[in-house]
């Protein structure tokens, strides 16, 4: 082989080489812009004596969580979309019209910037009788919240809370 050739190979291979190396290059900031934004939503519940009892929405993530919309189901029925005012017909079902609260909805498109929290639900004094926490402990537990979310890149999430047992 002439020495022409084998630089001609070469630089090939070189460039070849380089350019393959910017698109992996292209992918990994890709992604690292999409990590660095992820929103992570979730939902604690509390209902201990002689603090308040509350369902709060968290954004744990790194970015803002741009909602697109919130579910409710009692008990596995969804609460229908076109009831006036979703949290009151959730209530009701669970048995908890009659507790002193302070309810907040979310407004589809609403956006949760990172480390933000929404208290959904929240009563207005804290709890202090056994009987109390359990009525509302197990109201509670009858209600399934799912949120579904976006990251700033339209990337869509899903939160259940609680979350669907995988098997025991």
């Known amino acids: 082989m002439s020495s022409e050739l084998i630089l001609g190979i070469i630089g090939t291979i070189i460039a070849l080489s380089v350019a393959i190396t910017t698109i992996w290059q292209g992918v990994l900031t890709r992604r690292h812009n999409r990590l660095s934004v992820k929103p992570i939503l979730r939902i604690d519940r509390n209902a201990v004596k002689g603090e308040y009892a509350s369902i709060i929405l968290r954004n744990n993530g790194v970015g803002p969580a741009i909602i697109n919309s919130v579910k409710f189901m009692v008990d596995g029925l969804t609460i229908p979309e076109n009831v006036r005012d979703p949290w009151i017909e959730v209530l009701n079902r669970i048995g908890l019209s009659d507790t002193s ?28 009788e056994g009987e109390e926490i359990n009525k509302i402990r197990t109201a509670v537990d009858r209600l399934t919240i799912l949120i579904e979310y976006e990251s700033v890149y339209e990337e869509q999430f899903i939160l259940r809370n609680p979350a669907i047992n995988q098997g025991t």
């Open 101 to 128: 609260i302070r309810i907040q909805t979310i407004i589809p498109k609403e956006s949760f910037s990172a480390g933000e929290k929404f208290e959904l639900y929240k009563t207005i004094n804290p709890v202090t």
